[in-house]
């Protein structure tokens, strides 16, 4: 059995695996995950069974972080050498580079005001394209890439500034 440490969003919650062959079992939450490598294709993506369900899961390896594309959320988990020890983040709404890609298109400009989910970008990476949206209601306060030009984690791309809700002080 392996411990992983998930953090999603600001929740952190622990994972336990327990392999079986080319089968994986998650346990997050007292919730059972049954994962299968089905294999490994040229360009970088899993086939995977999740539940009885088949997935082509993109990923990268970069150093001692693996970053996957899964149900269009990338995921990210860093491996420490050496350690049974392993954290996991996902990133559904970073505004960081969550893996070697290219910038196709930037949607905002500085000064502009955001809502929460709002396009901010797209990226393409292992033949897919990837959106980063603002995590909160804010102000594009600076855009750190330009069009075609390739980033890599822990790029920031873009600068947020977090609008005060209506009524606080």
């Known amino acids: 059995m392996i411990d992983y440490t998930v953090v999603i ?3 952190e919650s622990h994972v336990q695996l327990v392999r079986h062959g080319d089968t994986w079992e998650s346990t997050r939450n007292g ?3 049954r994962i299968e490598i089905l294999g490994l294709e040229d ?3 899993a086939i995977v ?3 009885g369900e088949r997935h082509v899961v993109p990923f990268v390896i970069d150093g001692d972080e693996i970053h996957l594309d899964f149900r269009g959320e990338v995921i990210t988990a860093e491996v420490a050498a050496g350690s049974r020890r392993r954290r996991g983040r996902q990133k559904d709404h970073s505004l960081a580079a969550p893996m070697p890609a290219l910038v196709t298109k930037i949607l905002v400009e500085a000064g502009q005001e955001v809502a929460k989910g ?3 970008l797209i990226l393409e990476a292992m033949k897919m394209e990837h959106q980063i949206s603002a995590p909160y209601d804010g102000v594009v306060l ?3 890439c330009r069009a075609g030009e390739m980033v890599q984690p822990p790029d920031d791309l873009v600068v947020l500034e977090r609008r005060a809700a209506e009524g606080s002080l």
């Open 43 to 45: 360009d970088g993506a």
């Open 9 to 11: 969003g600001d929740e």
């Open 118 to 120: 709002h396009a901010l």
């Open 49 to 51: 069974r999740v539940d």
């Open 31 to 33: 919730a059972v995950t």
């Open 142 to 144: 600076e855009i750190r």
